[in-house]
């Protein structure tokens, strides 16, 4: 399996707090995503990333910022978590936009609740 | 960005053979056409991908008539193990997934 790592694996917080997710790889791939999985909707791109400080909006960007200082690591903020923000939020790496011969491995997900 | 359109849903039966088609109209010439295999719980997976004809490995195939138009995966004798949401992706710059087919394999 790829290295993929996101922390933490699962999280309960309140509305109107800050919550930051962690994504965190070894295998040195340029191209990082952040993607949130609700019922009836499959899965939604949030934000991803072409490289370190290097990031663009998805389908679903608003209430979320994202940033990348390592090549290693992408972090998802939400900078005031709400109640429709509960969702499960999967992590991808990809060695490029478009898999010409390649493919994205994801990881294990990041149950988030917000009550 | 070519969009893609596949069914919601699908059900079978332990032994027969699944086909999901995927419809990609304005699918880019350089795309590449791909599938993923999502279990509960559990993030999507790679399971196959392809530019033209028909691509095989030990999961699945894929065919891929001339016009590239649309796609079918192409699953051989399925199991209970089989049941999973399969997205195909088109991309064109993002990755992205759609609400992609709930197979549902019975006994």
């Known amino acids: 399996d790829a290295g993929i790592t996101q922390s933490p694996r699962h999280k309960v917080t309140e509305t109107g707090t800050p919550v930051t997710l962690r994504c965190h790889q070894t295998?040195?791939?340029?191209?990082m995503y952040w993607y949130r999985q609700d019922p009836g909707h499959g899965l939604r791109l949030i934000h991803y990333?072409?490289?370190?400080?290097?990031?663009d909006k998805g389908e679903v960007s608003d209430g979320y910022s994202v940033s990348r200082s390592k090549t290693e690591d992408f972090l998802l903020t939400l900078e005031s978590a709400t109640s429709s923000q509960t969702s499960v939020y999967f992590c991808a790496i990809s060695e490029s936009p478009t898999p010409f011969g390649t493919e994205a491995f994801f990881g294990q997900g990041t149950r988030l609740t917000v009550v | 960005l070519a969009k893609t359109t596949q069914p919601i849903s699908m059900d079978s039966y332990e032994g027969q053979e699944v086909n999901i088609t995927c419809s990609h109209n304005?699918?880019?010439?350089?795309?590449?056409i791909t599938w993923y295999q999502q279990f509960p719980s559990q993030g999507p997976r790679f399971i196959i991908q392809?530019?033209?004809t028909k691509v095989t490995n030990e999961v699945a195939s894929l065919f891929i008539p001339a016009d590239r138009k649309s796609s079918t995966l192409s699953l051989p004798r399925v199991s209970l193990s089989d049941t999973a949401v399969y997205y195909c992706l088109a991309p064109g710059g993002k990755l992205i997934f759609g609400q992609g087919t709930e197979l549902s394999v019975k006994p």
């Open positions: 295998e040195n791939h340029r191209y």
């Open positions: 990333s072409y490289g370190v400080k290097d990031t």
């Open positions: 392809g530019y033209k």
């Open positions: 304005n699918i880019a010439t350089n795309d590449y």
